[in-house]
């Protein structure tokens, strides 16, 4: 089961990261656009500034959610491995749940909460005139590979395959 999980992990990563790499092309594309209207045409393009800060925000959590799947959250991985090597484990089965709680209760069911009040309010973003529930998408479905990727970990570090095993 546990090498099951390991290819799908695998295979989510590498999707993520295909996902990752099209959006910073993109923000790159549309900041330069933006710098580019500013000063050669003289006026910037409106919806670039309201693109790009968009476009962090789904770079940044959905980052956030692949750090956490490859082990690699600075934050949480780092403290772990500095305990003493017979408490690493219990530390690590810890942090998981705490992550996969906070994953579930603020990214993925706040998320979901947030979606459904801005799609409801009928909120648009001024420049590009979306709608905000699909840009507040981004709290859930990183949440939600959160929670996918925290399970695995929990699972491989329960089975004795995890780093302070």
Same mark, same amino acid.
């Given at each position: 089961m546990v090498e099951l999980l390991a290819k799908g992990k695998k295979g989510m990563t590498a999707a993520l990261d295909l996902m990752l790499i099209c959006a910073v092309a993109l923000l790159v594309f549309d900041v330069v656009w933006g710098v580019f209207t500013r000063y050669v045409v003289g006026e910037q393009a409106k919806?670039?500034?309201e693109l790009a800060r968009f476009l962090l925000i789904w770079v940044a959590l959905l980052g956030g959610a692949v750090a +956490?799947?490859?082990k690699g959250h600075l934050g949480v991985d780092? +403290?772990?491995?500095k305990f003493h090597p017979d408490l !690493?484990?219990?530390m690590e089965v810890l942090v998981h749940l705490v992550v996969?709680?906070?994953a579930a209760a603020v990214f993925l069911y706040g998320g979901? !909460?947030?979606?459904s009040? $801005?799609? $409801?309010?009928e909120q648009t973003t001024p420049a590009l005139g979306w709608k905000m529930g699909h840009v507040y998408l981004a709290l859930p479905v990183s949440g939600l590979f959160m929670v996918l990727y925290t399970v695995e970990n929990l699972v491989e570090t329960l089975s004795g395959r995890g780093e302070g095993a």
């Open positions: 919806w670039t500034e +956490f799947g490859t780092y +403290f772990v491995g !690493r484990k219990p996969l709680f906070f979901c !909460r947030v979606v009040d $801005a799609l $409801a309010m």
